[in-house]
């Protein structure tokens, strides 16, 4: 990762590293999805998973899909993915003033970072986002369904939700902004077991009550301050997919879960609430 960019540095390997194919492959999952979506409710909010392509893309393009009718309107994406590959304590944001993917690059909103940079939780860490894949996955879906664009990508530590609940409430905004937070579910079980584990937690994701750990999904941490910002702004999660590896690629011997989620409601654009204050998933 240069001073101002941050490179690719999954493409070829999560997806496809030629702009055409990787074009062509996500235009794929959306058209499929679309036909699901129909006219609901854009979210304020998705859940969304972040493993290669293969395994996971047709379940996060589901989450995405719902996006289309906001294609102008959004502004301004917040991600949220779990760290993988270096320790940090709290959220981290680059340094980095663009990502750049095989479609091109995206310009991160500085302003909002240096916002959130306020927060004692939040730190900057290039280390922490130079080979993440949990964010880097999303951004060649978010250049096929939004317009023009600027991303706050936060690559989640050791951090509690009320924490994450937080960066969230800063950020939060009005229709111009989204939240996307990505997350695998369980890692590895045969797939029965599996497709009881998740079942299990997106139960509690629905019923947002309590907490999710580690072995549930690997973005616990992300999911949990979204479950409490989402309280506090009366949104409504609706499952739109679930699935795992053995159901998109074959083997059923070890599977990775995956889900997506819409957060909808009434006041689902609204300003801030009143008392703010590798490519199969890997771990």
């Known amino acids: 990762m240069s001073a101002t960019v941050r490179d690719a540095s999954v493409a070829g390997l999560f997806y496809p590293g030629a702009p055409s194919a990787l074009e062509a492959d996500v235009r794929r999952h959306l058209v499929n999805a ?47 993915g779990p760290a993988h590959r270096a320790w940090v304590r709290g959220l981290a944001l680059p340094s980095a003033r663009a990502f750049a993917t095989p479609l091109g690059g995206i310009e991160v909103d500085r302003e909002a970072v240096t916002r959130a940079l306020a927060l004692p939780q939040v730190v900057q860490s290039d280390a922490a986002h130079a080979q993440e894949h949990s964010l880097e996955v999303q951004l060649p879906f978010l250049q096929q369904v939004l317009d023009s ?14 924490e994450v609940a937080a960066v969230m409430e800063l950020l939060w905004g009005g229709p111009e902004t989204l939240i996307v937070v990505s997350s695998d579910l369980s890692h590895y079980h045969p797939y029965a077991e599996a497709r009881t584990i998740d079942r299990g937690t997106v139960d509690s994701i629905l019923a947002m009550s309590g907490e999710l750990d580690h072995e549930q999904a690997c973005g616990a941490t992300p999911i949990n301050g979204l479950l409490v910002a989402a309280r506090r702004h009366a949104l409504r999660p609706e499952l739109l997919d679930l699935r795992n590896s053995g159901d998109t690629a074959g083997d059923k011997s070890r599977v990775v879960g995956y889900a997506s989620f819409a957060f909808v409601g009434d006041a689902a654009h609204d300003g801030p609430s009143p008392n703010a204050a590798r490519a199969q998933g890997g771990t």
């Open 149 to 162: 664009f600027r991303i706050v990508p936060f690559a989640v530590g050791d951090a509690s939700a009320i």
């Open 34 to 80: 679309s036909a699901r979506s129909g006219e609901a409710t854009v979210p304020k909010a998705i859940i969304v998973p972040h493993a290669g392509y293969m395994y996971s893309g047709a379940i996060a393009g589901n989450g995405y899909a719902r996006l289309a009718a906001a294609r102008t309107t959004i502004r301004r994406v917040v991600l949220f």
